[in-house]
């Protein structure tokens, strides 16, 4: 039997998961479990190369993204759920690997200076600039042949490639080049329009009471043009447009279009379609992630056997990798 492709992805663990994490991943991830081999890890040394000077938010964060993962319906039957910093074994290979990669090459990647400029954080130290390689480092540890990422990852994989290519071409083939698996994703804006983003305070989390998302999504901004009931508005312009275009059918969206632009419905009355819909697709998630709440034993149990598994296959890696390179 052919072998089972293996795919990698993982998640910074800065605060629990929200609904443009839910469309923006983890459902393609919940998916992509009977297709493949999936290895999804919390990315905790990650977080630690702009999150050095607080690290009290990684340990927490990286329970409740589990518990988000398993209540979402990540199975570990299915896929190896485990946390980066609990295999070692990754900061050898990212050490090994950093030998085959230049500063200047490094300096290109297109997220090292847009991170800076988005955030004005001036970020020099050595761990953010190498952090595209521990990246590589987590996915050719798995040898992973795929790695699900939106667009603005894609440089990192490319980058990940050079680097396998050049092991093999050095030391024999032992890695895969992994390819980037890109899926459409949703815009999912946060409550005030812009990127739904825990650090934009403007996220409906997975783990919100209903009467906490419904009171998010009633506030929610507008089309700006709409400042009175009797104003006509654009249903492009609003962010909230972006969610029936989510959850709503084809005939609620005409109703939308049709209400908006003449006028002919309120704000609310166009959000009254859509928020049942967010509560009722979150209850279930909600529900089950209570359970893991009251049952951190059982999360324990999940997240000690996800990184059992994980640091078998990496310590098999890491046999080939010090046996090709002689070391
Ligand atoms: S009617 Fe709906 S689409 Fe139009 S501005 Fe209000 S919330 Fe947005």
Redesign the pocket.
């Known amino acids: 039997m052919a072998e089972q492709k293996r795919i990698l992805s993982g998640i910074r663990p800065t605060g629990p998961l929200h609904l443009g994490n839910l469309y923006g991943a983890l459902k393609n991830w919940v998916k992509l479990q009977d297709e493949y081999q999936c290895f999804y890890f919390i990315a905790d040394w990650h977080a630690l190369t702009t999150e050095y000077e607080n690290t009290s938010v990684i340990k927490p964060a990286t329970r409740d993204i589990i518990m988000d993962w398993l209540a979402a319906g990540l199975d570990p039957e299915k896929s190896v759920l485990f946390v980066q910093s609990e295999i070692k074994e990754h900061a050898e290979l990212s050490l090994l690997l950093g030998m085959l990669v230049t500063v200047s090459r490094l300096e290109r990647v297109p997220s090292y200076k847009d991170f800076q400029q988005a955030t004005g954080r001036e970020l020099s130290n050595f761990g953010f600039l190498g952090y595209p390689v521990l990246q590589s480092a987590d996915i050719m540890m798995y040898r992973a042949h795929g790695v699900p990422v939106g667009e603005d990852q894609v440089p990192h994989i490319e980058l990940t490639r050079e680097i396998a290519r050049r092991f093999n071409g050095l030391y024999g083939e032992i890695f895969p080049e992994p390819a980037p698996l890109l899926t459409h994703v949703p815009r999912v804006p946060g409550t005030d329009g812009r990127k739904m983003s825990k650090s934009y305070n403007n996220a409906v989390y997975l783990s919100d009471a209903t009467e906490v998302i419904e009171k998010k999504l009633k506030t929610m901004v ?2 700006p ?2 400042a009175r009931r009797s104003d006509p ?3 492009e312009k ?1 962010p ?2 972006d969610f ?1 275009k989510i959850y709503s059918d084809q005939e609620t969206i005409k109703w ?1 279009v049709q ?2 632009t003449t006028a002919g ?3 609310l ?3 009254g379609r859509f928020i049942p819909r967010v509560i009722a697709e979150l209850e279930p998630i909600r529900k089950m992630r209570l359970y893991f709440e009251e049952h951190p034993s059982e999360v324990d149990e999940i997240i000690g056997e996800g990184n059992r598994k994980a640091r078998a296959f990496a310590q098999e890696t890491m046999r080939m990798v010090r046996e090709a390179m002689k070391i």
């Open positions: 507008t089309d043009a709409r508005g654009d249903p609003c909230v447009f029936h939308v209400g908006c419905i309120g704000c009355d166009c959000k």
